[in-house]
């Protein structure tokens, strides 16, 4: 009984957690091994929240280091990876406040829009629509439509339909109640749709009409 | 089911967290609503685009770069 219960916690534990151990026991080899485990989704959060390079790279620094010191406040409640999205996220807005001259970042802001109308296009997608387009040229569509989404859209979808975050692990890293992530999380998710509908759909109108006006 | 209540309903239907009796719901109205139907249809294409293309790179040389100045600032232990 007691080798059967040994095992299943020895299955149920998630990897980072042996290296948490070695980290918080000196070994830097273990968390250079977290850092590069998570260094690219910590870049790329960093990127989204923050739209600017220069601020992602000092973000994905400071991010990993100020980890690294609070190590041993990892509680082990939640995945390491949740907590360390934590810091990204702290560290972007903080970022973002300071290049605003302190101005407050509007994410715990209630944004005022047309929440439940339906949406006005109705035009569909080819199938692959993202097919038409190389890709740089779709890198350049994505990135363009994301930006203009405000920002309390487009944090939590990021966090929630990018990097897979939980509607409750979504609210936890951001400080919102579960009905305000799932709010923002419909009507980014929607705005995007419709955002990107321009370039799939007009597309794909030229290719059904030999080449359009 | 009208179409205001189907989109209230979307996230759900998409993440799939409707009781068996709802999504049967949500699924007549589809059968009849074009409109929704290309909305759900889109929007779940929205998100696979998201997820599955990056919208930042992280070239390998600037990666490198700043793992090896992360790492030298926690071996310094600041």
């Given at each position: 009984m007691a080798i059967i219960e040994q095992v299943v916690g020895q299955i149920e534990q998630h990897p980072d957690v042996a290296l948490v151990e070695r980290v918080?026991?000196?070994?830097?080899?273990?968390?250079?091994a977290l850092v590069r485990k998570y260094e690219r989704q910590v870049f790329r959060i960093a990127q989204h929240i923050t739209e600017n390079r220069e601020d992602a790279e000092d973000v994905m620094q400071d991010a990993f280091l100020k980890?690294?010191?609070?190590?041993?406040?990892?509680?082990g409640n939640s995945k390491f990876s949740t907590?360390?999205?934590?810091?990204?996220?702290?560290?972007?807005?903080?970022?973002?406040?300071?290049?605003?001259?302190?101005?407050m970042v509007s994410i715990d802001e209630d944004i005022a829009t047309d929440e439940g109308s339906v949406p006005r296009d109705l035009a569909d997608w080819a199938p692959n629509p993202e097919q038409n387009y190389n890709q740089a040229e779709?890198?350049?569509?994505?990135?363009?439509?994301?930006?203009?989404?405000?920002?309390g859209f487009r944090i939590v979808f990021v966090l929630r339909d990018v990097e897979g975050l939980s509607t409750e692990e979504t609210a936890e890293t951001l400080g919102l109640s579960v009905p305000a992530v799932k709010s923002r999380l419909l009507r980014?998710?929607?705005?995007?749709?419709?955002?990107?509908?321009?370039?799939?759909?007009?597309?794909?109108?030229?290719?059904?009409?030999?080449?359009g006006k | 089911m009208t179409c205001r209540e189907f989109l209230a309903l979307l996230d759900d239907m998409i993440d799939d967290t409707v009781?068996?009796?709802?999504?049967?719901e949500l699924r007549a109205h589809l059968g009849h609503c074009p409109h929704c139907?290309?909305?759900?249809?889109?929007?779940r294409?929205?998100?696979?685009?998201?997820?599955?293309?990056?919208?930042?790179?992280?070239?390998?040389?600037?990666?490198?770069?700043?793992?090896?100045?992360?790492?030298?600032?926690?071996?310094?232990?600041?």
């Open positions: 918080r026991g000196g070994d830097v080899s273990a968390y250079d980890a690294y010191q609070k190590i041993d406040q990892f509680q907590w360390l999205v934590r810091i990204a996220v702290n560290e972007s807005l903080m970022r973002l406040r300071k290049r605003r001259n302190g101005k779709l890198a350049g569509i994505l990135r363009k439509t994301i930006q203009g989404l405000p920002e980014g998710r929607l705005q995007l749709r419709e955002r990107l509908s321009r370039y799939f759909h007009d597309k794909n109108m030229l290719r059904d009409t030999g080449g | 009781t068996a009796e709802t999504r049967n139907k290309v909305t759900l249809d889109t929007t294409k929205t998100i696979e685009i998201y997820r599955s293309n990056e919208v930042y790179d992280l070239p390998d040389s600037l990666r490198e770069r700043l793992h090896a100045a992360i790492m030298a600032r926690c071996m310094k232990g600041c």
